[in-house]
């Protein structure tokens, strides 16, 4: 089984669209994030979730909606899509959040291509 | 804040040549280290960590010692492989109400046959 699974794995979609990305984890984890990786590589934090609740929002546009149904989802809507959202999104996890020993645990990514 | 630096890359080199990425970091506390990698088209997934100062992590033949003297968490390896090319992330976790990893900019390897 994939301990964090991420669909859909490829988004193409027209500028102005409103598209979501969903993530699940199987691990038991309370800590869920959304990372954004830009062309060069350079990845930035933009929310964390813990136990469904929102802990951190990294300056993010409000057209970026994370939802957290319950602890093992954290799904991020993006609305009025921009060329500029252009990028790899990761979906994340870990057991606690706040312990600096734990291991983040990454799903395979979504590539998504605004035209 | 938080931060780490990382050479930049990319980083070229012939199979079986040694492999250094260097890494610093600025960080509060007593932060734990970490070194990712994404191989192509996947995710990230942890390479090795260290917790505490002096602490030497090691993986799949890479190794990194936690140096609070220099502040440095630099990877090394022996003899790379092929299989080797991906892209490194040095980051650190200090804990508590942080709740995130701070990322280096990433430092791509290609190792050639």
């Known amino acids: 089984d994939t301990a964090v699974s991420q669909t859909p794995k490829y988004l193409v979609t027209q500028m102005g669209n409103d598209k979501s990305i969903k993530c699940e984890q199987n691990l038991g984890h309370d800590t869920m994030y959304w990372y954004k990786q830009d062309s060069k590589k350079f990845l930035k934090i933009m929310f964390s979730?813990?136990?469904?609740?929102?802990?951190i929002n990294e300056t993010v546009p409000n057209r970026f909606s994370p939802k957290s149904p319950d602890k093992a989802h954290l799904n991020l809507h993006i609305n009025s899509l921009e060329l500029g959202d252009s990028a790899v999104y990761f979906c994340?996890?870990?057991?606690?959040?706040?312990?600096?020993?734990?291991?983040?645990?990454f799903g395979p990514g979504t590539r998504l291509l605004v035209l | 804040g938080n931060s780490v630096t990382q050479m930049e890359g990319p980083v070229t080199l012939s199979e079986e040549a040694f492999l250094t990425i260097n890494c610093t970091y600025t960080a509060t506390g007593y932060p734990s280290l970490f070194w990712y990698v994404q191989y192509p088209g996947e995710g990230l997934q942890l390479l090795l960590k260290?917790?505490?100062?002096?602490d030497k992590g090691s993986n799949k033949g890479f190794e990194a010692t936690y140096r609070k003297e220099t502040t440095s968490f630099h990877l090394e390896k022996g003899s790379v492989q092929v299989s080797d090319s991906a892209v490194y992330f040095c980051a650190l976790h200090s804990g508590g109400s942080n709740y995130k990893l701070t990322f280096g900019k990433g430092t791509l390897l290609t190792v050639n046959p």
């Open positions: 994340a996890s870990s057991q606690d959040g706040t312990r600096n020993e734990e291991t983040q645990y």
């Open positions: 979730y813990n136990n469904k609740e929102l802990i």
């Open positions: 260290a917790t505490k100062a002096d």
